[in-house]
């Protein structure tokens, strides 16, 4: 059970990559909130920002509803209260979407004491979901590669670990899930390297998990296969990614077993609470 009252909203870190995919974010991402009751941080990556979510491209006329509705309920603060509710006065059940970019953490960084904002986003987080995962950050996370906001994440992501600092064993966490839905071409899926990466990166959550580092197979990392169909590329087979429900299914799953929502039904917690967490 991850530490601090359920009487919060889940927090959801979601990482959209340059899958063509990526088409399908703002409807995900509008389901967490409004579902699952979540605050999401979504976290894209140059290629989505730069190709994908460009306004007139792919995104908008894929589902155009979503696109606007998302842009609609989407800020971009970076001001991130780790310990709170970030200030939310709104009284709804409903989660708040926030949106953050590649260099954003660049942008606002001037001074030695500000704060670094991948490692605010790591405490944040309750959940990281990545869907859809592309090939390319894929094969970033498991070899440790971190260039962009969401694979600094990542590579500073509480998987349970301990290690003494100051004395002192680090880490009570028994650590955060991972979720990830990988979306690609076949071959790249049927790529000897996407099994290697994958296992890769399964193994973080299970390292030491006997012994005196930490580590946590039971929330660890979960893989929701990608699903067949005729692909953007033409190609049938492998590859797509997961049906929306199948992917808010599993962050249901993993809510309830890390004792954020009670139940697969119980998302709608009582907002009451917000102000006592
Ligand atoms: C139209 C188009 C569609 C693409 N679709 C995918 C895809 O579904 N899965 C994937 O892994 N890469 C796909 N790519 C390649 C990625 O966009 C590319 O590897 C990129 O560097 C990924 O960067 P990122 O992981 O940092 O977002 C596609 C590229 C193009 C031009």
New binding site residues.
């Given amino acids: 059970m991850i530490e601090g009252s359920i009487n919060r909203r889940p927090r959801i870190l979601l990482g959209i990559?340059?899958?063509?995919?990526a088409v399908k974010g703002p409807k995900l991402a509008l389901r967490l909130a409004n579902e699952v009751n979540a605050d999401v941080r979504v976290v894209l990556?140059?290629?989505?920002e730069h190709y994908f979510w460009k306004e007139g491209r792919a995104v908008s006329s894929y589902d155009a509803e979503s696109w606007r509705d998302f842009s609609a309920s989407t800020s971009t603060t970076t001001q991130i209260e780790v310990d709170s509710d970030d200030g939310d006065s709104s009284g709804s059940s409903k989660g708040r979407i926030f949106i953050h970019y590649a260099e954003e953490e660049w942008a606002n960084y001037k001074n030695l004491q500000d704060t670094v904002l991948h490692i605010d986003l790591r405490n944040w987080a309750d959940v990281c979901l990545i869907a859809?995962l592309?090939?390319?950050?894929l094969g970033k996370i498991a070899n440790g590669l971190c260039d962009?906001l969401l694979t600094c994440c990542l590579r500073a992501w509480d998987f349970g670990q301990r290690f003494p600092t100051n004395g002192t064993i680090n880490n009570n966490s028994r650590g955060k899930p991972v979720i990830l839905a990988p979306?690609?071409?076949t071959a790249?899926w049927h790529h000897p390297l996407t099994d290697m990466q994958l296992k890769a990166i399964q193994k973080f959550a299970d390292y030491g998990a006997d012994g005196d580092n930490g580590g946590n197979a039971e929330t660890g990392v979960i893989v929701i296969e990608p699903a067949v169909k005729t692909l953007?590329c033409g190609e049938i087979g492998v590859g797509a990614l997961a049906d929306l429900d199948d992917i808010i299914c599993e962050v249901k799953k993993c809510l309830m077993q890390i004792g954020r929502v009670d139940n697969l039904q119980a998302t709608n917690y009582d907002v009451r609470h917000l102000e006592h967490d």
């Fill in positions: 990559t340059g899958s063509v995919a990556t140059r290629t989505v859809p592309s090939a390319h950050t962009d979306a690609m071409n790249m953007a």
